[in-house]
């Protein structure tokens, strides 16, 4: 549990427009965080966007046309703080993700290559056959924790694919994405960001020294500008590699499995169709968005009727698109089969999510082959499960059981 | 002779947008050329924008 003092309402903020919101402790039952949230702001007479003295004092847009009108306009909103609460913003900044227009397209241009549809096909074939290789070596157990036994693992290896590391990283990378991906603990998930950037720092140099064709290599070695890229730009892209890809993977397939085995109608459908696969990732991703995006005022702005102020803060959850039944029907159904497909899950605009076609390959990848191999599982009896919110909620504990045959 | 016809990729989600068959769903005629395709109109696959799509070589 994480608090941080209330703050006063400012002046410019009507009283009618403040709620006591604070999205990083949302109680849900079964792991419902999606549902939990949107019980709270789109309760009865809750307003579009209202402001909240919670985690730092901020703005939260709570309809899909709001969140979509805010993530696309960069011009008014500014990702250079992605963070409410003061002090947590990221340092150094996340390259490009906390770049606004139009410097950041400078580096996103060295990334992109590498996250490429082409690029895309050949790691998704890699998830597969480390995806085959966990549920093969825990099967016969009948049993496994989820998180640390199988959902840290995929974007680890993808990463280290991407980046070309050696083998011998895998554990110490395993423990730090772990610690990060657990998280409510400041203090050490502080120490794992320390254990990183110093992992990221000596991976930098020794590329730098050593390029070869990754993507380390490539911004190591790139100009902008007819500059050298500084260690503070390298470290934040780096950084920003290997977080964004990890806790929000580790995450979401989290979320996919917890609803999965709780719901065997769906894993029915699944398996009978596994064509429906791809419409499936696509309805999940929509029904479990995990992200609240930050962005800071740049000029005094409308949205949704409230007047924002330059430097007022304003988080965008995901969720509140996903789960906007003006926007969906039955918004809190699962439905594979759903005609209006298109969410905000990945954000939108300038800053919509580079990797998310990887993650949609090893969402995909991971359902076909965990349901071959394990069509039938269910949480432990008896577990609680608790999520955790700080940028992106996470199931941090999944035990899951299954009979061997 | 009319110039073959191309297809365009999003970036973001693996959708193909076929110049030969159009995207009729979305109001864009089969045979439309990419040029052509409105540069309001969003990925029917993601929702992203039209700058978002890549020329596919095969």
Known sequence: MFEYPLVARPAHVPPELVREFDLFNIKANNAEWQLAVRDQIHAEGMPDIFWTPCNGGHWVPTRAPLIQEGLKDATRFSSRRITPIPGTNPSPPFVPLMIDPPDHAKYRSLIMPFLSPKEVQRLGEDARQLTISLIEGFYDKGQCEFIEDFATHLPIAIFMSIVDLPERDRLPLLAIANTLVRGMDLEKQAQAREDMAAYAMALINERRTNPGKDLISAAATARIDGELLSDDIMLGMVTLLLTAGLDTVASMLAFFTRFLADNPGHRRQLIDNPELIPDAVEEMLRRFPIANLGREVIEDTELGGAQLKAGDFVLFPTVAFGMDAKHFENADQVDFKRANKIHETFGDGAHRCMGSMLARAELRVFLEEWLKRIPDFRVKPGTELEVLNMGVAGINYLPLEWDVK | ?58
């Open chain 2, 1 to 58: 002779m009319a110039a073959p016809y191309l297809k365009w990729q999003c970036f973001f989600c693996g959708e193909i947008y076929d110049e030969e068959l159009g995207h009729p769903a979305s109001g864009i005629a089969p045979g439309t050329r990419w040029e052509d395709v409105p540069e309001d109109w969003i990925c029917p696959g993601c929702g992203a924008m039209k700058a978002d799509f890549y020329l596919l070589e095969e």
